[in-house]
Nanobody, 123 residues
Framework: QVQLVESGGGLVQAGDSLRLSCAAS????????VAWFRQTPGKEREFLAL????????RHGDSVKFRFAISRDSSKNTVYLQMNSLKPEDSAVYYC????????????????WGPGTQVTVSS
């Protein structure tokens, strides 16, 4: 069982940057592909970014690919989401999720989830 915990959310102003972290308990997160999603009330959970277990393959959603970047540090058992040029419409709860194989973009395809971290962007 992989336990994930997101951190780094908060209240920022439009144009600011934030870096979210997704940390894992044992077993090592390095064995898993990890994705970031976000969700606002009444909307579907939106795919943002995905990184392979080894870190060599990445995908970003069209809505964020020029502003957000996913990365991982295996030595820290952590995956990051760097978010730049934040907009009020980026306000949401951000989740990380893990699965064994790379290439999944739907929320139902992930086995493990963190509880989420709130990001609020003021105008």
């Amino acid at each position: 069982q992989v336990q994930l915990v997101e951190s780094g959310g908060g209240l920022v102003q439009a144009g600011d940057s934030l870096r979210l972290s997704c940390a894992a308990s044992e077993p090592t997160l390095s064995n898993y592909a990890v994705a970031w999603f976000r969700q606002t009330p009444g909307k579907e959970r939106e795919f943002l970014a995905l990184i392979s277990a080894g870190g060599g393959s990445k995908r970003h959603g069209d809505s964020v690919k020029f502003r957000f970047a996913i990365s991982r540090d295996s030595s820290k058992n952590t995956v990051y989401l760097q978010m730049n040029s934040l907009k009020p419409e980026d306000s949401a709860v951000y989740y990380c999720a893990a699965r064994r194989t790379f290439g999944a973009y739907g929320r139902d395809e992930y086995d493990y989830w963190g509880p989420g971290t709130q990001v609020t962007v003021s105008s």
